[in-house]
């Protein structure tokens, strides 16, 4: 059971695609020393793409919500995008989706910043 991310810029935000199994924040270390770096520098906006998750654990939930709470905390936000079927139900059933916006596509996430926040 991998976990694998990555932190791409876009027009306005980065997005952070996660990848795998994600059950225990220890598997994001270097990933939370970026994120780190980059809300130092200025970049509060962030895409949580999940489309490539296969499972996300409790400790997975903690990373999201690190990652929310690290960009709203600098006056930021996070979005998450394309969860399957098995994510989005457990967002539902946790009641984060009440938590974060989701947007369907990068186009979307693009309108979303430009409208609300940039």
Same mark, same amino acid.
């Given at each position: ?7 791409? &810029? *876009?027009?306005?935000?980065?997005? %952070? ?9 220890? !598997?994001? =270390? ?16 962030? #895409?949580?793409?999940?489309? =490539? /998750? +296969?499972?996300?654990?409790? =400790?997975? %939930? !903690?990373?999201?919500? @690190? %990652? /929310?709470?690290? *960009?709203?905390?600098? =006056?930021?936000? *996070?979005? #998450?995008?394309? &969860? &399957?079927?098995?994510?989005?139900? /457990? ?5 984060? +989706?009440? %938590?974060?916006? @989701?947007?369907?596509?990068?186009? +979307? ?6 409208? *609300?926040? /940039?």
């Amino acid at each position: 059971m991998t976990f694998e991310y990555k932190i791409e &810029p *876009a027009t306005g935000y980065h997005t %952070i695609a996660l990848k795998g199994y994600l059950f225990d924040k220890s !598997q994001t =270390g270097l990933m939370y020393e970026q994120l780190d770096e980059l809300i130092a520098t200025g970049n509060l906006y962030y #895409v949580i793409d999940l489309g =490539g /998750l +296969d499972n996300l654990g409790s =400790g997975g %939930i !903690q990373v999201m919500l @690190h %990652i /929310l709470t690290k *960009a709203r905390n600098r =006056g930021g936000e *996070a979005l #998450v995008t394309n &969860p &399957p079927a098995r994510i989005k139900n /457990l967002l539902t059933i946790t009641k984060l +989706d009440s %938590i974060f916006t @989701h947007v369907e596509s990068d186009e +979307d996430a693009t309108k979303y910043f430009n409208q *609300a926040h /940039l």
